[in-house]
């Protein structure tokens, strides 16, 4: 199959239990891309029991009625597949890409653990999986520098009662106290067939492809409808400039710097996201020709969106100093990079290659059946509209140097700053054998 | 129970479909210029990666890292472009590119959308040929190596696989010593040190030129016959190090990191070279050892204790004999006891024949997830220049899935007898020695030393 002008052949059909079913035929390659998104992440967790959709996605591959623990992995891994399962704020999705004629397979499994969970869990596999979850805390945050960004950062932008505030991760203490109710609890009210996207991408014929999700998911029973979440909206701007100072175990400065920008899917989100490319996407960007290239300031550079599509969206700096680099001038020196941008706006030239180098990664990210069968359920799960994929190219040609413009001035300005400032804690200065570390290039 | 839904049962899989890697020609320039062309019709995309025999390895001693600073140095100007302007060029286009050197070769590599591939191609050939190496850019790429080394001693992943490389490998190996030099090394490098192992090893006769995409050969070679095609130079000679341990006999070395929640662990030896006879059984060996979610390391370590995230075993495949490790971070209390494990499993797989299942566990995610691997232009490509690094026959892809299904029971057990090394074992824990080190010496497995974040010994 050609990709005819980067549009991909959508269709979709609605089971009775509410299931959204998206398919993208392609027969390059005897490669399918099963892909499944349950509409439920952190923001939907309960006081008290922060890190639960996460440590409830380990549990997905504990086994269900027909299934044996960790029989998920192996039975995928023996049809010479590849699979994962990923938890964010929003949405926790689950994913196999497989060789085609091993279809069915991924499908039984996918509807035996949507269908028939509850039988498999047992305390002894939540105390593993819980101990595994705790393990993953220490090994991505709490034992790698700067780790803490991925939970203060939204802590620093979204109010304390918001369902973006809290860590994803979890506290110890919370997952400490997730019980097997929790796990039936969460189960009954967020793993329903109305609750999820199934997406499918790949080498089949889409006549089977329906027969086999309908035999399979067709007669799972609907769920009774999940709790609404707490207040999304946020203020267009944080109204101040927020700032956190983290002292931790790392050798140099790094500053996030973050803006209240617009959900993911509206107009002015594309707006913001070519606005990020230019300050930092690659090597040719605002940030890192001034910081990194020319003032010799930065060790890196590099900005990027959320992409959150209710409430608000982060648009963020990321920027780690040069050794004897103090983290004052660091910031400074960024957020005058902002506060050019505002002032003068962005050329003509930087949009171009932004927009170039967009489309690049867009036309390379649809190679892959998972990828493509991904974004199939991100579209379906946000906006009903897995077809908003093929519109996407187009979008990002639609932005305007104007619009950029009028993004940077409302949103980039210093009333909607959030700094979150890594700095070597007391007595972690670094030494480098052979050389002084503070050595600087003025 | 909310779903009295009937539960299917489990299905059969249909019939395999046809899978063949896709069809590549091989070209010679005339000047000594070798290409690799797999002609992929299915997106506007090209990736092509420009390989040079010019890898870490052909560093000479007490100037490690000029092999990377060189192939970085690459895309930071030109005769006729300074750094940014080069980087605009690139970027205009939509170009994706990177540069840099592993232990065999320098590469750099260009993903563009078809309509811009010519351009993409004259700016290859331009960085290739025509590099400036100015003062100012070689003087920021070393500073830049060296905020790299002093974050590497805050950041344990990276720290435990620096330091195992140093533990393992005779002082007088290249492989003792990280790929990008260390902080003296690097220091030491000039710009006459870049430019004179530019001369000495980007010679047109030691470059391969990978192309996976929508380009065919015909044009593939005209369009590089225009811009390198009068490219002279001379013969490049092959270069190889030590690849002798350090050691032969088991030893414990704790890096220092006070009060650290977990501790990263590797545990291995030198392996063997990537072109040794043993490669498919070592493979499917290593697969069902630690190289799968379900093989014996990760269940035992995540899944029956959950002393960790995760856990797996690796041999680091160069031309010459790179690492086997076995990787994984666990909870600071339990560092000996996963060490304990890991040893058992290492010794289980040299005294016992695997189980059939476990090896046609293996064998059939080996030679079913092949067509999943080569789905995009990068994959082609990267799988094509290991081809050209390691002289692989020209039918290796075609064969490579009936060669997995090949391997026995029997070849995996001799593959472990003769490739894993129980009383040569390393282990490397970077974590905290008041917590660690009383255990692990009550193990008894070897001498333990301790040692700060640059490999330093501490006494105490």
Redesign the interface.
């Known amino acids: 199959?050609?990709?005819t002008s980067m549009r991909i052949p959508i269709e979709t059909f609605q089971l009775d239990n509410g299931l959204f079913v998206s398919l993208s035929e392609d027969h390059?390659?005897?490669?399918v891309a099963v892909n499944l998104w349950y509409h439920v992440g952190s923001a939907n967790e309960r006081v008290g029991r922060t890190g639960f959709a996460h440590l409830f996605e380990h549990m997905l591959f504990q086994g269900s009625?027909?299934v044996a623990?960790?029989e998920h992995?192996?039975l995928i891994?023996?049809?010479?597949?590849?699979l994962n399962g990923s938890t964010w704020l929003d949405r926790t999705n689950y994913f196999e890409?497989?060789?085609?004629?091993?279809l069915?397979?991924v499908?039984?499994l996918e509807?035996?653990r949507m269908?028939?969970l509850?039988?498999a869990m047992t305390q002894q596999k939540l105390?593993?999986?819980?101990?595994?979850?705790?393990?993953?805390r220490?090994?991505?945050m709490?034992?790698?520098?700067y780790g803490t960004w991925w939970e203060k950062l939204p802590a620093l932008c979204f109010p304390a009662n918001h369902p973006f505030h809290h860590s994803l991760i979890g506290s110890m203490d919370d997952l400490s106290a997730a019980s097997l109710e929790d796990v039936a609890q969460f189960f009954?009210t967020f793993y329903t067939p109305d609750n999820a996207v199934l997406s499918i991408a790949g080498?089949f014929e889409p006549k089977e492809a329906r027969a086999l999700v309908e035999?399979?998911f067709g007669?799972?029973?609907r769920g009774a409808g999940k709790p609404p979440l707490a207040e999304m909206s946020m203020p267009p701007v944080f109204g101040q400039w927020k700032r956190e100072v983290v002292p931790d175990?790392?050798?140099?400065p790094r500053v996030f710097m973050a803006f209240l920008s617009a959900p993911f899917g509206t107009e002015e989100y594309y707006a913001a996201s070519v606005c990020a490319a230019v300050l930092g996407s690659?090597?040719?960007s605002r940030l890192y020709?001034a910081l990194?290239?020319?003032r010799?300031i930065a060790?890196e550079a590099q900005a990027f969106t959320y992409d959150l599509s209710k409430g608000s969206d982060l648009l963020v700096l990321d920027v780690?100093a040069?050794?004897g680099i103090a983290v004052e001038l660091l910031e400074h020196e960024i957020a005058l990079e902002v506060d050019r941008l505002v002032a003068e706006g962005v050329t003509a030239?930087e949009m171009?290659?932004a927009?170039?180098?967009i489309?690049?990664?867009f036309?390379?990210s649809?190679?892959?059946?998972g990828d493509r069968a991904d974004r199939l359920s991100l579209f379906a799960t946000y906006f009903g509209n897995p077809s908003l994929m093929n519109d996407q190219v187009e979008r990002y040609q639609a932005v305007t140097v104007e619009r950029v413009n009028a993004f940077a001035r409302q949103r980039l300005r210093e009333d909607n700053r959030a700094s979150l400032v890594y700095v070597p804690k007391e007595g972690?200065e670094?030494?480098?054998?052979?050389?002084g570390?503070a050595?600087e290039?003025q | 129970?909310?779903?009295?839904?009937?539960?299917?049962r489990?299905?059969v899989?249909?019939?395999?479909?046809?899978?063949h890697f896709p069809r590549f020609e091989l070209r010679r320039l005339s000047n000594g210029v070798q290409l690799v062309v797999a002609p992929i019709?299915?997106?506007?995309?090209v990736t092509i990666i420009a390989l040079i025999d010019a890898g870490a390895v052909c560093d000479a001693q007490a100037r490690e890292g000029v092999a990377q600073l060189t192939a970085k140095l690459l895309l930071e100007g030109t005769e006729a472009s300074d750094?940014?302007e080069l980087?605009?060029r690139?970027?205009?286009?939509?170009?994706?590119v990177e540069s840099h050197a592993d232990w065999d070769v320098a590469a750099v590599s260009v993903?563009?959308?078809s309509q811009n591939v010519r351009e993409a191609l004259a700016l290859l050939a331009e960085v290739l040929r025509s590099p400036a190496f100015r003062e100012r850019e070689v003087?920021?790429l070393k500073?830049?190596r060296?905020?790299?080394?002093?974050?590497l001693?805050?950041?344990?992943?990276g720290l435990a696989d620096e330091l195992f490389s140093r533990f393992l490998y005779a002082p007088a190996s290249r492989y003792a010593r990280p790929d990008g030099g260390?902080?003296?090394s690097v220091?030491a490098i000039t710009r006459d040190d870049i430019e004179r192992f530019y001369r000495a090893r980007y010679q047109p006769a030691a470059v391969t030129i990978v192309v996976a995409g929508d380009l065919r050969a015909d044009r593939a070679e005209s369009l590089l016959a225009e811009t390198l095609g009068d490219w002279q130079g001379a013969r490049v000679q092959a270069v190889t190090t030590n690849d002798a341990p350090a050691r032969r006999t088991r030893a414990i070395h704790v890096v220092a990191k006070p009060d650290?929640?977990?501790s990263?662990l590797r545990v291995g030896h030198v392996g063997i070279p990537r072109t040794h006879p043993d490669y498919f059984a070592v493979v499917v060996m290593n697969a069902v050892l630690g190289g799968?979610?379900?093989s014996r390391i990760n269940?035992n370590l995540?899944?029956?204790?959950?002393?960790?995230?995760g856990a797996f075993s690796s041999f680091d495949w160069r031309r010459q004999a790179g690492p086997f490790a076995v990787s994984t971070?666990?909870?600071s209390d339990v560092t000996d006891a996963s060490a304990r494990e890991i040893l058992v499993e290492i010794d289980r797989m040299r005294s016992e024949r695997i189980m059939q299942d476990e090896l046609?566990?293996a064998t059939?995610?080996l030679?079913?997830?092949?067509?999943?691997r080569?789905?995009?232009?990068?994959a082609i490509a990267a799988a094509l220049a290991n081809k050209v690094i390691y002289g692989l026959p020209d039918d290796f892809f075609d064969r490579y899935r009936d060669r997995v299904r090949a391997v026995s029971a029997e070849d995996v057990l001799s593959a472990a007898k003769t490739h894993l090394q129980s009383e040569a074992l390393q282990l490397v824990v970077v974590g905290d020695p008041a917590v660690v080190r009383p255990p692990l010496e009550a193990l008894q497995l070897g001498p333990v030393a301790v040692y700060d974040a640059?490999g330093r010994p501490l006494s105490t």
């Open positions: 199959m050609q990709f390059t390659a005897p490669i009625a027909d623990a960790n992995f192996e891994q023996r049809a010479g597949g590849t890409t497989v060789p085609s004629h091993q069915e397979l499908l039984w509807a035996n269908g028939f509850l039988p105390d593993t999986q819980r101990d595994v979850v705790k393990n993953e220490r090994w991505s709490d034992n790698q520098p009954r080498d035999k399979h007669s799972i029973a175990d790392v050798m140099l690659r090597k040719g020709r990194v290239r020319d010799q060790a780690t040069r050794p030239d171009e290659r927009k170039k180098l489309q690049t990664d036309v390379a649809m190679q892959s059946a972690a670094g030494e480098l054998l052979g050389v570390a050595e290039k | 129970m909310t779903a009295a839904a009937p539960r299917m489990r299905p899989p249909g019939a395999t479909r046809p899978y019709a299915k997106l506007p995309l750094g940014a980087t605009e690139f970027e205009r286009l939509g170009a994706s993903t563009a959308l003087e920021r500073a830049e060296n905020a790299e080394l002093l974050q001693q805050a950041e344990p992943r260390d902080a003296e220091a650290a929640p977990q990263e799968l979610f379900s269940l995540r899944e029956a204790h959950g002393y960790t995230y971070a666990v909870r046609s566990l059939s995610y030679d079913g997830v092949f067509p999943i080569y789905e995009t232009t990068a640059l």
